[in-house]
């Protein structure tokens, strides 16, 4: 196998070993039939479990067939390039018609063998200290186990109406979660099922948001959850917002995926969260992930929690501002 950059320099050369590419990837390399992946100069950086038998659909789900029959799975971390024949045999349905791949490009992680990469070789991130991916998946992680940690009475009737609703939250963040770069990713918004303007790509609202006319950046934007895919939670993220303090099991990073979930969990919009949790309605939205923080800190807090309105007036920074 042979790789050739545009001006068709020779980039890398791999024994093919009887394999071959089946699709190109996002990081620029690509994966074979034998699920292994390759950087964009044929050096060898994993394998795919099972990624022969994985069939994606159109919306970028994965799908496994087994004797029971067809069953969604986690992805495997595969994500195909955003160019048009990404993938043997030009579409998902495997047609021939070369189809533009327009979808999710995937956060940073720098752990499980993935820190080689060139990004987190760039930053100085390793399988220590992780990655975006890395920091907001603990992140998750940490707010499960927070909320089902005898918090209950304190979260109902203040965020959850009932006990029924508390339980069916959690079991809606155990399904699991599919986590992207917004600043990169070419779906959609319609394409990913996000509420808003459909036709308009998803890593232009995080660039008109996020990136002032000097080229520096803020996180006026720091995430966006597609409340109309029902399977699991799916959120865009500005990796900047992500705080890596203690591996991103830090506070703010915790309130801000339970803002996000709740989004996916009731498809309220920021203003049908914000009335009901007792907010402001106002275009900053972080009067939410400041009051519902008071709720995750590590340490339960004891006595009865501030209203949203006394959050709004002396927990919340003037400006926002990016983690790193």
Known sequence: MVAFDQSGNVKGIASSNGDSPVMAVSDGGFISYKGITYDAKLNITGQLPNFPTLTESWTGDEYKSETSGVSQISRSGAYPASTFAAIVYGNNSFTGTAFKQAWGYPLVKCSEGDSGSEECKANGWSNSTGGPRDWIWNA???????????RMN????RVFSNE???????????KGAQFYDGTRSTATLDDALCPGERGKEISRIFKVDNIRSDGTHICNTAALTCSGYKPMLRVFWDPRAISFANNGKQDLNIATVFHEALHGFTAYSDEQLQSYLGCTSQD????????LKQFVLEKAPTGAPPICTYVENHSIPNSPSCAW
């Open 284 to 291: 900053d939205t972080r009067n939410i992930s400041y009051y």
């Open 140 to 150: 998750k992680v940490e707010l499960a186990k927070r909320l089902a940690d005898g």
């Open 164 to 174: 029924i609703t508390y339980k069916a939250f959690l079991t809606y963040l155990a």
């Open 154 to 157: 304190m979260l109902i009737p």
